[in-house]
Structure formats: C-alpha cells, structure tokens
C-alpha cells in the first residue's frame, strides 16, 4: 500500500527500513522528545525498530492502528511518521491522529500534504468519522499545520499525556468526515 502526494508519499514500514527509521529517531531524538511520548531506551536500537515495525503490522491487519513511514518522492528518503491511533469502531468510528517530522524538513510543507494524505485515507478507504489529534498548546506549527488540512480547534485536555515525566494540557483538534 502506498499513499501519493505530489512532494511526498506514506507506506507502512517494513522491516527493510528499520535502519532509516533507527536513523531518522536517532538524529531528531531530542527534538521528537519535546512533543512525543517517553521512550525506552531500547526504542534506539535496531532491533528496537524491528519490532515496532512488526508489531505496527499486525495492528494494521487487526485494524487497531494505522502507522506510515512518510517519505520524500525525489529521494525516496525517510523523513517522518505519521499514524492513525486507537482506532474505534461501532458507533464512533473515530481514532487519533500522531505525527512526528524531522526538523530538517519542518516549514517546508511536508506535514500539511501528508496529513491531508492521511485524512483522504482515513476517511475514503477506511471509512472513519471522526479523526482527532491532541497538540501541546505553545506548538504553534503543528496546531498550524492541523488547521491547514481541515482541523478545528475545541478545547483543552487538562494534564492529559505525560511527556518528559510531567503531564502536560493537550489542544484537541478534530476533523469530521461530512460524508457520513
């Protein structure tokens, strides 16, 4: 599978690109760790990206996640992740929306048509709702780049990820399929 953009293409990872990935979290770890999650140390190690690929995989075949490698067209260089996350079904049929860019490419435009890459996914092939995504308030660019591709802003989720051992007040930004 393969998602195209006119700069930049999506596809899931597979384990022949688990050195790129390593690369890519290993150059931008400090600045990927202002915004993300905490990370065990052994998510920089090779066989630390081996397994986050696989276990991506099956996630996507149990439709419970949808995780992409974001790549340059030119080059074919990996430059980012992007992922559709908690994937709910039933009456919801919602799910939440991460990233991360490296900071070499941040400004350029990447991000805006890949989410609009990934919201197109989301919403034709997948048949979503409801797709959101939680950024932390004084990261301007990111609540940008959401709003660019369609995103509304509603409200503030107090304390709600921990991020570097503190919890941290998330701006919830959601887009709604209008077709269902």
């Not at 690109?17 to 090779?46: C, G, H, P, W």
């Not at 996350?85 to 048509?113: F, W």
């Not at 940008?144 to 051992?165: D, H, P, T, W, Y």
Request: charged share 30%; aromatic share 8%; with cysteine.
């Amino acid at each position: 599978m393969k998602l195209e953009g006119s700069r930049v293409f999506l596809k899931p990872l597979e384990s022949v690109d688990a050195e790129k990935s390593l690369q890519l979290e290993v150059r931008n770890r400090m600045f990927f760790e202002e915004y993300s999650i905490d990370r065990e140390e052994s998510y920089y190690t090779l066989e630390g990206q081996l397994e986050r690929i696989k276990t991506n995989q099956e996630n996507m075949s149990q439709d419970q996640s949808y995780s992409f490698g974001i790549f340059l067209n030119e080059s074919k260089e990996l430059i980012g992740n992007i992922g559709l996350y908690k994937v709910e079904r039933g009456p919801a049929q919602s799910c939440i929306v991460g990233y991360v860019l490296d900071k070499e490419h941040n400004g350029k435009g990447y991000m805006t048509e890949t989410i609009r890459l990934i919201v197109d996914y989301a919403f034709s092939v997948l048949k979503l709702h409801r797709l959101e995504a939680g950024v932390e308030p004084d990261n301007l660019g990111s609540i940008r780049v959401l709003e660019k591709s369609g995103f509304l802003q509603e409200g503030i989720a107090r304390k709600n990820i921990k991020i570097n051992g503190k919890w941290t007040d998330h701006q919830i930004l959601a887009i709604i399929n209008e077709d269902m």
